[in-house]
């Protein structure tokens, strides 16, 4: 599992709202980057929803349908959505899972591509876990891989918008449901209880730091902001989103070698801080 580092339906209103992005260090290799227009994803009532990214999130066409297939059955599955930054050099691999319910994604694609990205579908794999739907991605004006968080963030938002615009029976299984979906997940995680962090040694030069904690949005620049915010680096790694919880696992490093014991306790501690409050003005940007 990997990622290499740096819409919201109409009921539910949108909402243009400046914001600064990550300047702290460069997120696996660049700057960080902010467009001129910011659409927030989700302008819900409730003040702990207002999330916005420093980009336009594109929406799938209203009138375009991806092959239509999305048999009823009695259990919906778990939707996964799994950004790589580690297996290809070259692009940011994206996979969705989503039983054998997912279509060919055209317009989810098509979306991806209003962000000013390459995609290029690779391929499916049906198992007995569903149907992978496994493509690249690439930024159009460099031809690399995406590297800063507040867009690798949007591609995250853009497939999971998109997948509860084609699959509104995924609202309850998605903790974004609550935030753009047409019904709350009816279970709702403690972050206290399901918050795990784990730092391990990745040889002399860098560490891998383990994170598993209540989805929301914006949570992959959040991370990454707490982290920077200690001089700490990200290089580089993966982010899961399975269900109502995601799961990063990011290459870091200090002055470009591993983190030591009581810089490990830092960081973790300000993440278990931040993450038990994550509804706050202090941790989003």
Same mark, same amino acid.
């Given at each position: +599992?990997?990622?290499? +580092?740096?819409?919201?339906?109409?009921?539910?209103?949108?909402?243009?709202?400046?914001?600064?992005?990550?300047?702290?260090?460069?997120?696996? &290799?660049?700057?960080?980057?902010?467009?001129?227009?910011?659409?927030?994803?989700?302008?819900?009532?409730?003040?702990?929803?207002?999330?916005?990214?420093?980009?336009?999130?594109?929406?799938?066409?209203?009138?375009?349908?991806?092959?239509?297939?999305? !048999?009823?059955?009695?259990?919906?599955?778990?939707?996964? /959505?799994?950004?790589?930054?580690?297996?290809?050099?070259?692009?940011?691999?994206?996979?969705?899972?989503?039983?054998?319910?997912? &279509?060919?994604?055209?317009?989810? +694609?098509?979306?991806?591509?209003?962000? &000013?990205?390459?995609?290029?579908?690779?391929?499916?794999?049906?198992?007995?876990?569903?149907?992978?739907?496994?493509?690249?991605?690439?930024?159009?004006?460099?031809?690399?891989?995406?590297?800063?968080?507040?867009?690798?963030?949007?591609?995250?938002?853009?497939?999971?918008?998109?997948?509860?615009?084609?699959?509104?029976?995924?609202?309850?299984?998605?903790?974004?449901?609550?935030?753009?979906? /047409?019904?709350?997940?009816?279970?709702?995680?403690?972050?206290?209880?399901?918050?795990?962090i784990r730092i391990d040694d990745d040889g002399p030069d860098?560490?891998?730091?383990? /994170?598993?904690?209540?989805?929301?949005?914006?949570?992959?620049?959040?991370?990454?902001?707490?982290?920077?915010?200690?001089?700490?680096?990200?290089?580089?790694?993966?982010?899961?989103?399975?269900?109502?919880?995601?799961?990063?696992?990011?290459?870091?490093?200090?002055?470009?070698?591993?983190?030591?014991?009581?810089? !490990?306790? /830092?960081?973790?501690?300000?993440?278990?801080?931040?993450?038990?409050?994550?509804?706050?003005?202090?941790?989003?940007?």
């Amino acid at each position: +599992m990997a990622v290499s +580092m740096a819409s919201c339906g109409s009921t539910l209103g949108v909402y243009t709202k400046l914001v600064q992005p990550i300047n702290k260090t460069a997120f696996f &290799g660049s700057s960080s980057f902010g467009f001129d227009h910011v659409k927030n994803l989700c302008n819900s009532t409730k003040p702990r929803l207002s999330y916005s990214l420093s980009t336009m999130i594109p929406k799938a066409s209203a009138t375009a349908i991806e092959d239509g297939n999305s !048999q009823e059955t009695d259990v919906v599955p778990t939707p996964k /959505v799994i950004i790589d930054q580690d297996s290809d050099p070259n692009a940011t691999v994206v996979e969705i899972t989503f039983g054998d319910r997912l &279509g060919a994604l055209l317009d989810t +694609m098509s979306a991806l591509k209003n962000l &000013g990205l390459n995609v290029v579908k690779a391929n499916v794999v049906l198992d007995s876990s569903g149907k992978h739907n496994t493509f690249s991605i690439t930024k159009a004006s460099t031809g690399r891989k995406v590297e800063e968080p507040e867009l690798l963030e949007a591609i995250r938002l853009t497939i999971i918008s998109n997948l509860l615009e084609y699959h509104p029976e995924s609202s309850g299984q998605l903790a974004m449901g609550e935030a753009f979906g /047409v019904e709350a997940p009816k279970t709702k995680l403690d972050v206290d209880i399901t918050t795990r962090i784990r730092i391990d040694d990745d040889g002399p030069d860098r560490s891998l730091l383990s /994170v598993e904690t209540a989805d929301r949005p914006g949570l992959l620049v959040d991370l990454v902001k707490i982290v920077t915010d200690i001089n700490v680096a990200v290089e580089s790694g993966e982010f899961d989103t399975e269900g109502l919880l995601a799961k990063a696992k990011f290459h870091v490093n200090y002055k470009g070698k591993a983190l030591i014991k009581p810089l !490990q306790q /830092v960081v973790a501690n300000s993440l278990r801080y931040f993450l038990r409050r994550p509804w706050t003005d202090e941790s989003s940007f």
